[in-house]
């Protein structure tokens, strides 16, 4: 029993245009085949997702792009029903429109409508690496390199192949550097956050500029890739709180995590290959009330699950050197 799509709440971007309050994610966490993911963005266009965000990085846009293609010949869906982001990975930040171009061509979409810079630095590992990989060329953050990259998709936009620019696994103090030098501002940030790990501060700061959060990992992920699992790491959907809040509504912890973001304003982009009608479902009935909000609002734990060791540059500490946590830009050259 499929959703109606026009029946799933509406959130409206600082340009006017309306985005659903949920999509789909595409990355299969390195334990599914592209053909599994591919299968599940097909199951979900039948059921009613219409936002989907995919990575040229995920290794996955060619299969996806025969299922939209697919979903066009049959009358399923229009291009214009669709809000597909997309993002360039970091071996290709000198060359975005060639990037672009090669996902538009494998996804058979004809334009992006959100175009993310995938991480602000190119420091490039390859697929399925491990938490020991290192690439001697990594360098630390940049402002004019970042600056170089999204030049190139503010052209993008001018030529009409990218209606949105993104952001993606900012910093305070990366934004606060770089945002006044644009000339299009990003019209949303993805970034990671569930109920253990909340960004508050970035959130707000985002919110207050017309930048719309859009969280990965909404339910904290729990099949994630094995180099980002630590013994330290928290288990949002574990939490009594949230297991005691789950059973008041006869759900699954899963279906809080989806239900806060939705009422706390970020656009959750979950991925499954089994539970995508549920969590579409989720956001169309029985909210939270407020005291299970303020309840979840108390559970921040700093519990970042992706740290980025894959990341690093020569020199630098260790992964909290990614995330600027002192309030400045770690080894930024220019900053």
């Known amino acids: 029993m ?38 599940a963005v097909a199951g979900g266009l039948r059921v009613g997702y219409r936002m989907f965000d995919c990575a040229a990085c995920y290794g996955n846009e060619a299969q996806i792009g025969e299922v939209f293609q697919k979903a066009f010949d049959e009358g399923l869906v229009e291009r214009k029903d669709l809000f597909i982001m997309t993002k360039v990975w970091n071996d290709r930040h000198r060359e975005v429109g060639a990037a672009c171009r090669q996902s538009i061509q494998d996804l058979r979409c004809e334009y992006i ?11 490039y590992h390859p697929p399925g690496c491990d938490v020991d990989s290192r690439n001697p060329d990594s360098k630390p953050f940049s402002v004019a ?21 993104g952001i993606s696994n900012m910093t305070l103090p990366k934004l606060e550097a770089v945002l006044p030098k644009l000339d299009i501002m990003p019209a949303a940030c993805e970034l990671e956050i569930h109920p253990c790990f909340q960004q508050e501060e970035q959130f707000a700061y985002l919110t207050e500029r017309g930048i719309q ?14 180099r980002d699992i630590v013994d330290t790491d928290i288990a949002d959907m574990e939490q009594p709180e949230m297991r005691a809040i789950a059973k008041a509504h006869g759900v699954h912890p899963a279906i809080v995590c989806l239900k806060w973001a939705f009422q706390r304003g970020q656009i959750p982009i979950p991925f499954s290959i089994h539970n995508y009608e549920a969590n579409l479902e989720a956001a169309l009935s029985d909210p939270l009330t407020s005291e299970e909000m ?39 050259p220019d900053a």
């Open 294 to 332: 303020k309840t979840i609002a108390s559970l921040e734990k700093g519990n970042r699950l992706v740290k980025g060791q894959v990341f690093l540059w020569e020199g630098a500490r260790d992964w909290h050197d990614l995330w600027d946590e002192d309030g400045k830009i770690v080894d930024c």
């Open 2 to 39: 499929a959703v109606n799509p026009a029946a799933v709440p509406q959130i409206t971007l600082k340009s006017g245009v309306q985005i659903p309050c949920i999509g789909m994610g595409t990355f299969g966490s390195d334990r599914f085949s592209a053909e599994e993911v591919a299968g």
């Open 213 to 226: 959060p859009v969280g990965y990992m909404p339910m904290g992920s729990p099949k994630r890739p094995e």
């Open 145 to 165: 390199e970042f600056l170089d990259t999204y030049r190139q998709c503010e052209q993008l936009v001018r030529e009409g192949l990218v209606k949105h620019i």
């Open 113 to 123: 409508d959100l175009y993310y810079i995938h991480w602000p630095f190119p420091n």
